[in-house]
T-cell receptor
Framework: GAGVSQSPRYKVAKRGQDVALRCDPI?????LFWYQQALGQGPEFLTY????????KSGLPSDRFFAERPEGSVSTLKIQRTQQEDSAVYLC???????????FGPGTRLTVT | DAKTTQPPSMDCAEGRAANLPCNHS???????VYWYRQIHSQGPQYIIH???NNETNEMASLIITEDRKSSTLILPHATLRDTAVYYC???????????????FGQGTILTVHP
């Protein structure tokens, strides 16, 4: 079956631009996570949704980062006024609350110039 | 979640067993050991997890010491496609109010060579 998909796969933004990254989770998956992965590092947690409710946004690095999942399915991570330090791969994962496994998408590589 | 320590890199010959160690000396009684791997340009992939008993699935085996302070992931017959970064993660079980975000460390870069 279809896995987690993310779009775009690559995004180049000029510093100061706003970007929107999309995640399509596996159908029926209640839980959705966003992670940020800097070059050469492991992924770091950004935020978590259960259905449409954002239950944890403790990992968002600044108020320029905003995530939503209005209908409990597709999620969008928005970064306003991008900075060079925002350059990273943004990973989305989905699962079910009682599942031991998270299913990751391929990620969106964001480069801010 | 407890902190884990892994060697930064390891090599393995194709067809041989790859044994990846992980230390988690501060693990709590309700925390599981999870292993994920990340092949270049892909998202992480779940491999296996365990609490205190050894576990085996179609991908790998997980050996957890009796005191639970360390574990070893075993890929019994490594192939070139197993070249990846392997992450050992400790976290509480999912379920109830626990939703199970993953805390990744630096992982071990496993290189399988011909």
């Amino acid at each position: 079956g279809a896995g987690v998909s993310q779009s775009p796969r690559y995004k180049v933004a000029k510093r100061g631009q706003d970007v929107a990254l999309r995640c399509d989770p596996i159908s029926g998956h209640v839980s959705l996570f966003w992670y940020q992965q800097a070059l050469g590092q492991g992924p770091e947690f950004l935020t978590y949704f259960q259905n449409e409710a954002q239950l944890d946004k403790s990992g968002l690095p600044s108020d320029r980062f905003f995530a939503e999942r209005p209908e409990g399915s597709v999620s969008t991570l928005k970064i306003q006024r991008t900075q060079q330090e925002d350059s990273a791969v943004y990973l989305c994962a989905s699962g079910t609350p009682n599942s031991y496994e998270q299913y990751f998408g391929p990620g969106t590589r964001l480069t801010v110039t | 979640d407890a902190k884990t320590t892994q060697p930064p890199s390891m090599d393995c010959a194709e067809g041989r067993a790859a044994n990846l160690p992980c230390n988690h000396s501060t693990i709590s009684g309700n925390e599981y050991v999870y292993w994920y791997r990340q092949i270049h340009s892909q998202g992480p992939q779940y491999i296996i997890h365990g609490l205190k008993n050894n576990e085996t699935n179609e991908m790998a085996s997980l050996i957890i010491t009796e005191d639970r302070k360390s574990s070893t992931l075993i890929l019994p017959h490594a192939t070139l496609r197993d070249t990846a970064v392997y992450y050992c993660i400790v976290r509480v079980a999912t379920g109830g109010t626990s939703y199970g975000k993953l805390t990744f460390g630096q992982g071990t870069i496993l290189t399988v060579h011909p």
